[in-house]
C-alpha cells in the first residue's frame, strides 16, 4: 500500500504543478493577449504542429491534469477504478511523451516511476511461471 500512496503523491504532484500549473501560466497571456506575452519564448515543441498550437496544447495539458489527479486521488482512497485510470494515464503519457520535447522528458520521469510503483506494489512478488511447474 505504501508505494500506491507514494505514485499518487507523484501523480499529484505531476497533474498539480506541470499540467494544472501550465494553465495558469495561460492565464496572463489572454487577458495581455498572445501578442505582448509570446508564449513560444517559454515552451518550445519539436514539431511545428504542437509549436503553431499551443494554446491548445495547454488546455489539453490541464485536462491530462485533472484527471491524472482524480485517478491519483481514487488510488488513494484504494479504488481500483483509481488503479486502473492511473495506470492507463501513466502509459498514454509515455507514448506521448517523445512528440512532446522538452517537456515529455519530465513528463515520462514522474510517469514512468509511478508506473513501476504501481505495478510493483500490484503484482509484489509474483512470478511468471512458478518454479514448481518446471
Not at 494544472?20 to 513560444?40: E, N, W
Request: some cysteine.
Amino acid at each position: 500500500m505504501r508505494r500506491y500512496k507514494i505514485a499518487s503523491l507523484i501523480m499529484i504532484i505531476h497533474g498539480g504543478f506541470m499540467e494544472i500549473g501550465g494553465v495558469f501560466c495561460f492565464i496572463p497571456a489572454m487577458i495581455f493577449g498572445t501578442d505582448k506575452f509570446d508564449i513560444g519564448q517559454y515552451f518550445s515543441f519539436k514539431l511545428p504542429y504542437f509549436q503553431d498550437n499551443l494554446n491548445m496544447m495547454i488546455i489539453m495539458g490541464a485536462i491530462y491534469g485533472v484527471i491524472r489527479v482524480v485517478g491519483a486521488i481514487g488510488l488513494l482512497r484504494n479504488k481500483m477504478w483509481g488503479l486502473m485510470l492511473s495506470v492507463i494515464n501513466c502509459i498514454i503519457t509515455m507514448a506521448l511523451m517523445m512528440f512532446l520535447l522538452p517537456a515529455g522528458i519530465m513528463d515520462g520521469v514522474l510517469a514512468g516511476s509511478a508506473l513501476i510503483l504501481i505495478l510493483t506494489q500490484y503484482y509484489g512478488s509474483k512470478e511468471i511461471v512458478s518454479n514448481s511447474n518446471a
